[in-house]
Structures are given as structure tokens and as C-alpha cells.
């Protein structure tokens, strides 16, 4: 009956603050409530409410506490001993979030309690974090050291460096709240170190900027500022106001160390805009007594002590006694600067009464000590002997109380050590009937993997051999291209060479036969005589294109002296036109090379020649032609525009193609250097022909 009436009182709270809860988490049947009801009574059930717990424990303290303690009850029905520990864990979880030390003390204790005696190592750890956490920022007490390190030392054992990274940035903090701030930095770093891929980046961040702060402390302020920046970058990226808040304020702390008093108020207000998105009475306050301490600095003791009276509000709003005495002390310093010591003194007195009701010793030290030097200045001796020896009182108790808890913490460390020998006893009975199963799960597995394995080599293997089968026909249809290629610019060059033959051997004959029967008619009538001149001088010009036609398509100097000599002829040719400067240098022995590759080298040069005409304004046009055993390097460079070489080849003009398609067909190598404006080279290097070699001329 109780666990239904637990039920309808989660639902009544969440309906009334449906709109709420919408907006904060997306509804799915993981945290659906009418389906938890009607699931049967096992761990699945307890581990969801659990799930919802932890969801809750930042809506709402009640509803946190009714999902764990359902979780609690039904746990302990159905005897599930780590969801009872875990129950007792988010119960803490869910307190310590709404600043209720004490119970979230008591429920940690009572979670670690239920951890040991299962035993589960990874709850132990995990408690013992919070334990640490819990004894650090209520107490200052040295324990959590122990807390911390049990826990640091289970993760590490587990390979849970995420965790293990966590508890070193709460060591870090440790350190840094006892002012040891190299041992804080180091730990800090350390777990920057362990973090490792799966590390949710935010995590990373608060660490970041934790050692931000302690740099700071450190007086390193470059270092400092390099961190916090670090750690900005990320948190930015979450949206998280409360962690951008902390952030603000450390950054204005900063500015304050290195007197950027402006830049600090900045930095704190921000804090506090962000603070109150979220109503973090706590984090508001804090920034109340920041600028004040600021406005201290600067010496506006009114506006200082405005700072300190709003966070006193906050404080006493949220039931917040450290921060209480934190303003308080602020509100010292500043009537002690103004010269008011009375008004210090009860102020100091109002701090050390709150200190005691809270069994703070570590402040009521710092009082105390404060005391002395308000009554020293007003000269009241007397006073500041009675206020001596309650210091020394105050000393002697907080000697005592560690003292205490170093022996508390050896009988613990003793009785656990028991414990272990006892779980050391029952593991031994069971490792063998243990090491007998593993044995045939190993061999099972090792059967199974091999078997896999032998699977995925033959298909491997079939799989290679398709690809080196595809790869075969690929050449195959490669090389057939090729040859067909091959097959076709001889025919072309072939046929290039019939026909300028048949026009310089025919038509040829024919313009010089017409001239010179044209020229041999004798007729005086001036008419007749002015048609024979111009018919005359028309066959010349028709023979002059029938040569310049013949020539390109086949250069005579080409078939009959060879390479070199046409190359000769055709940039005589190219000095001679007006405007343009054409050289040519031949290195190596002037032989004759095989017919195909004369034809092509020349046609390349040809279309490097045209190109150069046609489009780059040049002129001057250079070429060298090095001729080696086994190979022929081309260099042929010119003065023009130049243009973008990615540009050109990717729109595949027909010129640049035409030399890249020929180089090809040589098994050449081309390389194109040129840029807007500095003209072009080209280099080109063909491999000599084995089969046919070099013939003398």
C-alpha cells in the first residue's frame, strides 16, 4: 500500500509541474511513470526509479527523495543489496545538491556501509568519493584525503580512469582549500592526464579551470589566464549558467590580482547575471561578496558594504552559515579601515558565536585571531589575553579532534583489513571451481574465434583474388586502349605523310606547269597582258600555301634530315617574323631517332609553338633539347601572360591535350610550370625506344 501512495504522490507533484519538467527533459518510456507502476517488482524496476532520482535531484529535493526512497523499499523487498547501497547514494546525491551536508553525510555513510558488506568495489570507490567531497567543504578535515584516495586507487585497480580523473580533481581541491596550491596544481594536472576520449569535455573544462585558479593563487598569472581561456572555449558550448557564473568570477578574481580593478567588476557582474538565470542563491551571493571586496580594494566603503548586506540576505535566505561568516568578516575589514573598531568588534563576535553553533573550529581560529588585533588597537589588554587563551583553547581542541580522527581512521583501516581477509578466504574457496569454468570458456571461445577465423581467411582470400582478377582485366582493357590509341596517331601520321606528299608530288607539278604555260603566252594587247600577271602572281601565292599546307602537315626537313634540322627550320623561321625572339640549343649527339617518336617529339613542340602564338603575347620562345642513351629531355619556355595551370588542364583544352595525349603516347613524362604574368615552361622528359634504338644520319 505504501509503495502505491509513494507512486500517486510522484504524479500529483509532476503534473502540477508538467510544463516544467517538459521543457527540462524530453518525456521517453525510460522515465515513464504509468509504465514503472505496472512493471513487475525486480531490479530492472528499482534501477529505473533510481534513473529518476538522479534526474530529479536538480528539479525538486521531494520528488529525488520519494523516487529513491521507492527504489529503497522495493529494493530491500526483493533483496538486492546494490540497489539498496545505490538508493542511499542518490538520497545523498540529492541533499548534498540542495546544501543539506548533514543528511547527505548520513545517507553516504549509510550507502557505504551497504557497499562493504556486499562487497562491491566500484560503489565503494564511489562513496567514498562523496564522502570526501562532503568531509572537504563542510570540515576542511584531513580524512578526505583517505576518502579520496581509497576511492583514486579502486578506479585505477578497475581501469576507470574517467572516475579515477574525477577524484584527482577532488584532491586537487583539497589542496587547493588547505592552500597548498603546488599539491593542488599537480593533482589538477594529473587529472587532465588521465582523461582520456570517453571524458565528457565539460568535465575537462572545470578541471581547466580549477587550475586557472590555483595558478592564480600561484601568482602565475599568464598561466593562469591561459587556462581559464582553455576552459571557457567548452563551457561556453554546454550552456551551463551555473559553471559560466564560476567561471566569470574566477576571471574577475584575476583581474583583481593584477589590478584590473574595471575588468574585474565587469567579470563579477556577469557572474551575477548568469547566477540568477538559474537562482543559484548561493552563486549570487558569492559575487555580492566579491564586488565587495572589490569596492574594499578601491576604498568605496559604502558601496562595499551595500555588497556585503545583499549577500548577507542571500546567505541567511539559503541558511548558508559559512557564507555568513564570510560576510561578516568582509564587514570587519571595512569598519577596521574606517577607524570604526566597535562596530568591527561585535560584527567579529556575531562571526565567532555562528562559528561555534557550527563547530567550525578552523574559524573560529581565524576569529579569534582577528580579535586579538581589533583589541590590540583599541588597547584592551585585558581582552586580548582572555581572546589569547581561547585561541590557544581553540588550537589544543582542533589538535584533539585530529588527533581523534587519525586513531578513528587506523581502527577503520584495521577492522576493513579483517574484512578483506575474510573475502580473501571465500574468493580462494571459490577460484578454483572459478578457474575450472574460465578454462572451458576459454577454450570454447578460442574454438569459436578460430573457427571465425578460418571463416574470414577464405573469404578474405576469394575476396583478394576477384580483386586481383578485376585488376588483370582492367590492365588488359588498359593496354587495349593504348594499342588502339597507338594504332591510330601512326595512321594518322601516316596518312598526314601521304597527303603532303601527293599535294607537293601533284598539285605541285600542276601549279608549276600552269605558271609556266601561263608566263609563255605572247600577247601585246595591255589587257590580256595585265590577266597574265595577275593569274601569274595568284599561282605563286597558291604555291607558296600548297609548301606552307605540305610543310605542316609533313616537313620535308623532318623525313629527310630528321628531327634536329626541322626543329632548326622551324624557329629560323619563327626569328624571322617580326616581334619575335626564337632560339634553339641542341645538347648531345645531332643522330637520328626512330620515325614515330621524330614525328610526335616535333608535333609536340609544334603545338607548344602554336599555343605560344595564339594566346600568350610572347616574345621570346626558347627551347633545349638534351639528347641522352636512354632518354630525351625537352625544355621549352616562353615570356608570354602565363595562366593557371589546374585552371587550363582541368578545362582540357584542345592544345594542352593534344601535347599531354602525344607525351602519353611516347610513355613520356610532362611537367607544366607557369602563373599569370610569368609566362610558361615546359618540361618533358621521353624514354628512347629500346627495340629500334638511334641511327646515324
Known amino acids: 500500500m505504501r509503495k502505491y501512495l509513494l507512486f500517486i504522490s510522484i504524479i500529483i507533484f509532476l503534473t502540477s509541474s508538467k510544463l516544467f519538467i517538459n521543457s527540462a527533459y524530453p518525456q521517453n518510456s525510460t522515465y515513464n511513470f504509468s509504465q514503472i507502476a505496472g512493471m513487475e517488482d525486480n531490479t530492472n524496476k528499482v534501477d529505473r526509479l533510481l534513473s529518476l532520482a538522479l534526474k530529479y535531484r536538480k528539479i525538486n529535493l ?97 581501469n576507470d580512469t574517467a572516475h579515477a580523473a574525477t577524484v584527482c580533481n577532488g584532491l586537487g581541491s583539497y589542496f587547493e582549500l588547505i592552500t597548498l596550491y603546488d599539491s593542488a596544481a599537480i593533482y589538477f594536472h594529473k587529472s587532465l592526464e588521465l582523461s582520456g576520449p570517453k571524458t565528457h569535455p565539460f568535465n575537462i573544462a572545470k578541471v581547466q579551470s580549477n587550475l586557472g585558479k590555483v595558478y592564480r593563487m600561484l601568482k602565475e598569472y599568464d598561466l593562469a589566464r591561459e587556462y581559464l581561456n582553455m576552459a571557457y572555449d567548452e563551457i561556453i ?70 555588497k556585503y548586506d545583499s549577500a548577507i540576505t542571500y546567505y541567511r535566505e539559503f541558511d548558508i552559515p559559512e557564507g555568513l561568516i564570510v560576510a561578516w568578516d568582509g564587514k570587519v575589514a571595512v569598519y577596521v579601515s574606517k577607524g570604526n573598531l566597535e562596530i568591527a568588534l561585535s560584527y567579529s563576535d556575531s ?31 585585558q581582552e586580548v589575553a582572555k581572546t589569547h587563551n581561547l585561541l590557544h583553547s581553540i588550537k589544543d581542541s582542533i589538535y584533539s579532534l585530529e588527533k581523534a580522527q587519525t586513531i578513528h581512521n587506523l581502527d577503520l583501516k584495521y577492522n576493513k583489513e579483517k574484512d578483506k581477509v575474510k573475502i580473501l578466504d571465500l574468493q580462494n574457496k571459490n577460484l578454483q571451481r572459478t578457474k575450472q569454468r574460465n578454462a572451458f570458456l576459454i577454450i570454447g571461445a578460442g574454438l569459436i574465434i578460430f573457427a571465425f577465423y578460418l571463416f574470414y581467411f577464405f573469404r ?91 610543310h605542316n602537315m609533313m616537313p620535308g626537313s623532318l623525313s629527310k634530315l630528321g628531327l634536329c634540322e626541322a626543329l632548326d627550320d622551324l624557329f629560323d623561321t619563327l626569328d624571322d617574323a617580326e616581334g619575335m ?60 601572360k602565363g595562366f593557371v595551370v589546374d585552371e587550363v588542364l582541368s578545362m582540357k583544352t584542345m592544345g594542352v591535350q593534344s601535347i599531354r595525349s602525344r607525351v602519353k603516347f611516347l610513355d613520356g613524362r610532362l611537367n607544366i610550370e607557369s602563373a599569370p604574368g610569368k609566362g610558361v615552361v615546359y618540361r618533358i622528359s621521353i624514354p628512347m625506344n629500346q627495340d629500334t634504338g638511334m641511327k646515324s644520319v
Not at 556486499?118 to 562513496?127: E, G, Y
Not at 580593478?261 to 551571493?285: L, M, P, Q, T, W
Open 62 to 158: 521531494d520528488s529525488s527523495l520519494l523516487c529513491a526512497n521507492l527504489a529503497l523499499d522495493l529494493a530491500q523487498g526483493i533483496d538486492y543489496p546494490i540497489g539498496i547501497a545505490e538508493a542511499y547514494y542518490k538520497m545523498s546525491l540529492a541533499y548534498g545538491h540542495h546544501s543539506d551536508d548533514n543528511n547527505a553525510m548520513i545517507y553516504a555513510r549509510k550507502s557505504l556501509e551497504v557497499a562493504e558488506s556486499i562487497p562491491d568495489s566500484l560503489m565503494i570507490a564511489k562513496v567514498n568519493y562523496k564522502l570526501g567531497l562532503l568531509i572537504l567543504y563542510g570540515s576542511y578535515n584531513i580524512s578526505a584525503i583517505d576518502n579520496f584516495k581509497l576511492a583514486f586507487h579502486i578506479f585505477l585497480q578497475k
Open 351 to 381: 562571526c565567532l558565536n555562528l562559528a561555534r553553533q557550527t563547530k567550525n573550529m578552523k574559524r573560529q581560529e581565524e576569529v579569534l585571531n582577528k580579535l586579538i588585533t581589533i583589541y590590540a588597537e583599541m588597547e584592551d589588554w
Open 237 to 306: 558550448k554546454f550552456g551551463d549558467f551555473e559553471e559560466i557564473g564560476r567561471w566569470y568570477n574566477k576571471m574577475g578574481s584575476l583581474e583583481v590580482e593584477v589590478m584590473n580593478y574595471e575588468g574585474a567588476e565587469e567579470y563579477f557582474i556577469k557572474a551575477d547575471s548568469n547566477f540568477r538565470v538559474v537562482k543559484s542563491g548561493v552563486g549570487i551571493s558569492n559575487c555580492q561578496v566579491n564586488l565587495a571586496g572589490l569596492y574594499h580594494l578601491q576604498g568605496l566603503s559604502d558601496k562595499s558594504l551595500g
Open 581 to 640: 625572339d626564337a632560339s634553339m640549343e641542341v645538347v648531345g649527339p645531332k643522330e637520328r631517332l626512330p620515325e614515330n617518336q621524330e614525328i610526335m617529339i616535333y608535333r609536340v613542340v609544334q603545338e607548344m609553338v602554336n599555343n605560344t602564338i595564339k594566346h600568350a603575347k610572347a616574345s621570346k620562345i626558347s627551347l633545349t633539347l638534351i639528347v641522352h642513351p636512354d632518354e630525351v629531355d625537352i625544355s621549352y619556355a616562353d615570356n608570354g
Open 460 to 550: 578474405y582470400k576469394a575476396k583478394k583474388n576477384r580483386i586481383i582478377s578485376d585488376q588483370k582485366i582492367q590492365q588488359l582493357q588498359e593496354e587495349k586502349k593504348l594499342l588502339a590509341a597507338r594504332f591510330l596517331v601512326e595512321g594518322q601520321e601516316k596518312e598526314r605523310k601521304r597527303i603532303a606528299s601527293a599535294i607537293h608530288d601533284s598539285l605541285g607539278v600542276l601549279l608549276s606547269t600552269s605558271k609556266m604555260h601561263i608566263t609563255s603566252i605572247k600577247d601585246d594587247d595591255p589587257k590580256n597582258r595585265e590577266l597574265i600577271e595577275k593569274a601569274t602572281k595568284y599561282l605563286d601565292e597558291a604555291n607558296t600555301e600548297m609548301r606552307k599546307i605540305s
